[in-house]
């Protein structure tokens, strides 16, 4: 059984609900989002500089 851990709860994946499941889904598109705009940003700067 996969777990997710939020705010030092622990919550079973497989009892979510389906909006519950959409908004994590949703959610680990935006952070991994941020993670590439912040790769892109440190990139773009690196050129910058250069």
């Not at 979510?16 to 935006?30: C, G, K, Y």
């Amino acid at each position: 059984m996969p777990n997710i851990t939020i705010d030092n709860i622990t919550y079973d994946l497989d009892t979510l609900s389906d909006e519950a499941r959409a908004q994590l889904t949703s959610l680990q598109f935006v952070d991994s989002e941020l993670a590439r705009l912040t790769n892109q940003t440190a990139v773009l700067q690196t050129a910058r500089m250069a």
